[in-house]
């Protein structure tokens, strides 16, 4: 089956670069930009598409790789053309195939694909990103026809149901964007002691890699350090009395999901007191 694309962003371009790489076919792109429609064409030796007839006419899986808030206003548009037995995907990771409304009716195939990888240029690295989980949820009787198209990719496919697709999102989001948002508080308060954001990075690189590095070949539990696991209520303390504001609402509940590991981990250990401090900053 040949795969098109709607979209010629991040995630178009580095996918459909991607799959030509690994044999699957693909025959160009279609954006609101003609140009980047153009480059991305360019870039993966395929065709640059003006309209939906012309792009439908050549393909038989069509992926919109659009804004998630675009997604509905596209299949809008493409349910006016001949879209029986195609494949129609989206790439998002908090919606599902349920976006594509009365595609049954149109007589296509809707699925959700989403590749568990932060795009941050549309020439992603192959090496980096045949690592990523892609996740595949939809139309149950064309399944296979689906897994089949994606079967060259070296990539470990996961079936996910559409009711699960916010959570398992949520879980993407809290690895990888939240680590900013975290890392980033943490520049903050050193900062705060006099250093400039290039120290502190520079500072918090090797405790961050080996940390990461601990948790993704033992688990969170057993890669458990610090004064939480440690059960030292008093450094834990002098935090609480150091931070202010958001810094504590951040700090808290973190605080607690530690304690959940710690008493895992430890369960002959009471953590009581630890608790009891951390609930008296609710």
């Not at 595609?103 to 192959?126: Q, R, V």
């Not at 064309?142 to 009711?163: G, T, Y």
Request: hydrophobic share 40%; aromatic share 8%.
């Amino acid at each position: 089956m040949k795969a098109g694309f709607i979209g010629a962003g991040k995630a178009g371009c580095s996918l459909g670069r991607y799959f030509v790489h690994f044999g699957i076919p693909v025959v160009g792109y279609l954006s609101r930009s003609g140009e980047s429609a153009r480059q991305a064409a360019k870039e993966t030796g395929t065709i640059h598409f003006d309209t939906f007839d012309k792009l439908l006419s050549m393909c038989d899986v069509l992926f919109i790789t659009v804004p998630d808030s675009q997604i509905a206003g596209v299949w809008e548009q493409l349910r006016t053309f001949p879209v029986r037995e195609k494949f129609i995907c989206h790439c998002s990771g908090s919606l599902s195939s349920a976006i594509f409304s009365e595609i049954t009716e149109a007589g296509a195939y809707g699925y959700s694909i989403h590749p568990m990888f932060p795009f941050n240029s549309k020439t992603t690295s192959y090496e980096e990103l045949s690592k990523a989980l892609f996740t595949l949820e939809g139309e149950q009787a064309h399944k296979d026809q689906m897994l089949s198209f994606l079967s060259p990719l070296p990539n470990r496919i996961v079936e996910i149901q559409a009711e699960k697709k916010v959570r398992y999102h949520a879980a993407a989001v809290m690895a990888s964007n939240q680590m900013a948002a975290l890392m980033n508080q943490a520049l903050n308060l050193l900062q705060d002691c006099g250093f400039t954001p290039q120290e502190g990075l520079a500072a918090l690189a090797p405790l961050v890699r080996q940390n990461l590095e601990n948790i993704l070949d033992s688990g969170p539990k057993e890669a458990l350090t610090g004064p939480v696991e440690r059960n030292d209520v008093s450094t834990v303390t002098r935090h609480l009395g150091a931070l202010s504001g958001e810094e504590k609402e951040i700090y808290v509940p973190l605080c607690r999901e530690l304690v959940r590991i710690a008493k895992d981990r430890h369960p002959s250990r009471s953590y009581e007191h630890m608790e009891r401090i951390l609930e008296e900053e609710h």
